[in-house]
């Protein structure tokens, strides 16, 4: 018997979004061909549901998810996509109900009314927080430290990984290394601090380097880590390596060195951060940062399904470790 994985490996996409699609979730963004192109192999493969008992259809918890990122947003940065996956296929496997509060719902409290625990993925502001902890204090928010308050929350360990692609980057002989990262804001423009960015600045004060010539800041883009990279080339005091806070923006700066017509690893070397797809088909193959997303996303989603079920209150802090990808973007300076 067929099986979406089958489907899934037709169609060249993910078995998450084949299953999405049979089930006509119409919140997941993606085209009509894609959609039509695993109908059309479904029906082909004689793919048919499994079937379940009674007591399995019943769900007994609710999930609420909230995103951030829109559905076009998640698609040109799939960073939050990853998470939320990793959240909803945490509740497929096991029988949990989902609910989603979109970027534009402005009806919280009436969404996420019935929900027993809640996932929020990305950046909110402390009237969001305060919201969302009023409706459903069984809560956990991913990508977002919430020191303030006694609520779970799991993010990257960017200190930890900051550090080692600058002492990577040293052990090649770099001296010189650009920062390229993003601003964000939340609610009444409150800014979001970014710890790639002030870890940047606590390693190259502790080793004597200049944390501030190369410093630069646009939005977490390929079109802004162009912009940011084409002004560096402008500079006649020039680093030899560019640490990017993200694989956009390192994309977008490679794009930029190419254009200029310098090499990589030669001329810069580069480093990104997530580990999306598309590094390894770069050119060259970007080094970078493995932020395990969708593993976010799974610990978020049983922490509150754990939570509820043991009674448990205690909140968590998580920092979960990240993992240097050494590709060939980078090379020793001579």
């Given at each position: 018997?067929a099986t979406i994985r ?10 998450g ?5 049979l089930?006509?979730d119409e ?17 082909r ?24 990122f ?7 940065d799939?960073?939050y ?15 949990i ?6 970027p ?21 502001s402390?009237?969001?927080?305060k919201?969302?902890i ?9 990508d977002?430290p ?12 960017f ?9 990577y980057l040293?052990t090649l002989?770099?001296?010189k ?7 964000e804001?939340v ?9 790639r960015k002030?870890q940047y ?13 190369w410093?630069?800041?646009g ?7 162009y ?6 080339l402008?500079?006649?005091?020039r ?8 694989d956009?923006?390192?994309i977008?700066?490679?794009r ?8 990589i ?6 480093i ?17 940062i493995?932020a ?8 978020g989603a049983?922490l ?10 205690t ?20």
């Open positions: 018997m089958d489907i899934a490996k037709e169609a060249g996409i993910s078995a979004a084949v299953s999405r699609i089930n006509q919140s997941l963004s993606v085209s009509d061909a894609t959609r039509e192109r695993v109908l059309k192999i479904a029906t493969v004689g793919y048919t549901k499994p079937l379940r008992s009674a007591q399995a259809k019943k769900h007994n918890f609710t999930i609420g998810i909230v995103q951030w829109s559905a076009e947003e998640e698609l040109s799939t960073y996509l990853t998470a939320r996956q990793g959240v909803e296929d945490f509740c497929g496997k096991n029988n109900a989902i609910t989603r509060l979109f534009s719902d402005d009806d919280a409290a009436e969404v996420l009314k019935d929900v027993d625990g809640l996932v929020c993925i990305g950046k909110f402390n009237r969001e927080i919201t969302f009023g409706i459903c204090p069984n809560i956990v928010f991913l977002m919430v020191d303030k308050y006694p609520i779970t929350s799991i993010t990257m360990d200190d930890q990984s900051v550090r080692d692609a600058l002492h040293e002989g770099h001296s290394i650009a920062y390229l990262g993003g601003l804001y609610g009444n423009h409150e800014p979001i601090p970014d710890y002030r600045q606590h390693y190259t004060k502790r080793h004597n380097l200049d944390g501030e010539t410093l630069m800041e939005s977490f883009t390929s079109a802004s880590g912009e940011m990279m084409k002004e560096i402008q500079m006649a005091n680093p030899t390596a560019v640490f990017a806070a993200s956009a923006i390192a977008g700066a490679m930029a060195i190419s254009e200029a017509g310098l090499s690893p030669k001329d810069f070397s580069l990104g951060f997530n580990d999306v797809e598309a590094c390894k088909y770069t050119t060259p193959a970007l080094t970078t493995h395990p997303a969708y593993d976010m996303g799974a610990h049983n509150v399904y754990v939570s509820s079920n043991l009674q448990i209150h909140p968590l802090k998580v920092k979960i470790p990240c993992k240097l990808i050494k590709r060939e973007s980078c090379g020793e300076i001579y």
